[in-house]
Each structure stands twice: as C-alpha cells, then as structure tokens.
Nanobody, 121 residues
C-alpha cells in the first residue's frame, strides 16, 4: 500500500518562501519518479516539478528559477522548496508517484491528501 503525506503548506506573503515535504511509505522515493502537482480553485491540476530516481529534475515554466524539487532517499521524502512566491502560486499542492513514458512524466493513481499554500498580503 503506497502512502504519501504532504506537509508544509501555509499562508505566506508575496515574495516569501516555503518548503513542502512529501513523506512516502517504503522505498518509493528511491525507486520511482516523483512529481509535485498543484490545483488552484476552479482550475485543472497542473504538474509543477518532477524528479527521477537518478536525480534529474524538470519544472513548469511558471515556477522555473523559483522552485526546487529534491529528495532524501534515506527519509523516503520528496521536497519542494518554493521561493519568490506569487499570489498565483496559491493552490493545494499534491505529490505523486509517476513514471516516464516516451520522455514524458505520467502520473499514477498514488496521491497524497494535499497541502494548502496561500500567497497573500
């Protein structure tokens, strides 16, 4: 049974920083591609960042240069360091176990419960 638990969401002012964590059961983090998604009210869930088990990372254009995805295999945890936050970053953030098919990240049905990030003054 795969379990993912996100934490770290909060209310933060524009320009601020947050670090999200996704704790996974078993050795998922070291063996699989992991991704962070977000979903804002009334919008579709969008892929924000991915990291392969080799450590290769990829980012949505909207967060490139501001967000950093990383992982700690010993702790079975994936992180999303977010800086220079903007109001449009407000969303529920989810982590996901994925796979790479033809060079593209594809999500699986394994999701956490999400953590709310609100960027507002």
């Amino acid at each position: 049974q795969v379990q993912l638990v996100e934490s770290g969401g909060d209310l933060v002012q524009p320009g601020g920083s947050l670090r999200l964590s996704c704790a996974a059961s078993g050795s998922i983090v070291s063996l699989h591609v992991m991704g962070w998604y977000r979903q804002a009210p009334g919008k579709q869930r969008e892929l924000v960042a991915t990291i392969t088990h080799f450590g290769s990372t990829n980012y949505a254009d909207s967060v490139k240069g501001r967000f950093t995805i990383s992982r700690d295999n010993a702790k079975n945890t994936v992180y999303l360091q977010m800086s220079s936050l903007k109001p449009e970053d407000t969303a529920v953030y989810y982590c996901n176990v994925g796979k790479i098919i033809s060079g593209t990240y594809v999500s699986t049905d394994y999701w956490g419960q999400g953590t709310q990030v609100t960027v507002s003054s």
